[in-house]
């Protein structure tokens, strides 16, 4: 299969899907293969991810505002040297430099301005067009770890809600299945108003690969998502089910 050239956009594929968390699926997948075929390493592949990831998130919620009758579009190319996406909402733009640094001591525990730090940290070239309406970031197959990734080692714990179709055995179940593969340690349980809560504990990076595994396992029911981080408090032993 003759993949589109990274340095044509005008060749690019594109997918226009609804301004919905979970219909995004179809261009992640898309992408993910792409690299695979291209035979990017895990930690590329990772990285790709969790910035589409970020970017669609940002998309959805902060640009199109969860307005289910504006779409996103999701336009990338891969080959054997980089990988190129461009994520495009149908929003009002924003100023990128009045989004506030959210490693700021007084914003640590703040979400947002993350999405935006983190496709940063995790993609070797970002840049926004259209007054922030759409976002394109490269990911190069040979690339070295950045340094902003290497320093995210710190231990963080991390609030997260998910909204949705979310409060059923399986979204439990499959949350603490999936936390055995991960150094965090937390608890996840339903909340009164129809949310589920998920405490994770660890390395920044460790705690992000946690949620971005989950976000990917259970996406057909998550329509929303937010997130805090706080200080880590170590009082957990592992992860489990809460009441």
Do not use: W
């Not at 699926?25 to 075929?37: D, N, Y």
């Not at 979400?111 to 935006?116: T, V």
């Not at 950045?146 to 710190?154: E, G, L």
């Not at 805090?228 to 032993?237: E, G, N, V, Y």
């Amino acid at each position: 299969m003759t993949e589109a050239n990274p340095d044509n956009e005008a060749a690019f594929i594109e997918c226009v899907v609804k301004s919905d968390l979970r219909e995004t699926c179809v261009p992640k997948q898309a992408i993910i293969e792409a690299l695979e075929r291209c035979q990017y390493s895990d930690d590329a592949v990772f990285a790709v991810k969790l910035a589409l990831e970020e970017a669609l998130t940002n998309a959805v919620k902060h640009g199109n505002r969860n307005d289910a009758a504006k779409s996103i579009t999701v336009r990338y190319a891969v080959n054997g040297e980089k990988a190129v996406v461009v994520v495009r909402d149908e929003g009002g733009g924003f100023v990128l430099e009045e989004i506030p640094d959210c490693t700021a001591d007084h914003r640590l525990g703040l979400p947002n301005g993350r999405g935006i730090m983190l496709i940063r940290a995790y993609m070797d070239e970002v840049c926004y067009r259209d007054q922030g309406r759409e976002v394109c970031f490269i990911k190069r197959r040979t690339s070295a770890t950045p340094v902003a990734v290497t320093k995210r080692a710190r231990n963080i714990r991390r609030s997260i809600y998910f909204s949705g179709k979310v409060q059923g055995v399986g979204f439990r179940h499959t949350t603490c299945q999936i936390a055995t593969k991960f150094r965090v340690t937390g608890f996840v349980r339903n909340q009164p108003d129809g949310r589920v809560e998920l405490v994770a504990e660890g390395r920044e990076i460790e705690v992000d690969r946690f949620q971005c595994a989950v976000e990917e396992a259970m996406g057909g029911a998550i329509q929303d998502v937010s997130a805090t981080d706080s200080a880590a408090t170590r009082k957990f032993k592992g992860f489990s089910v809460a009441t």
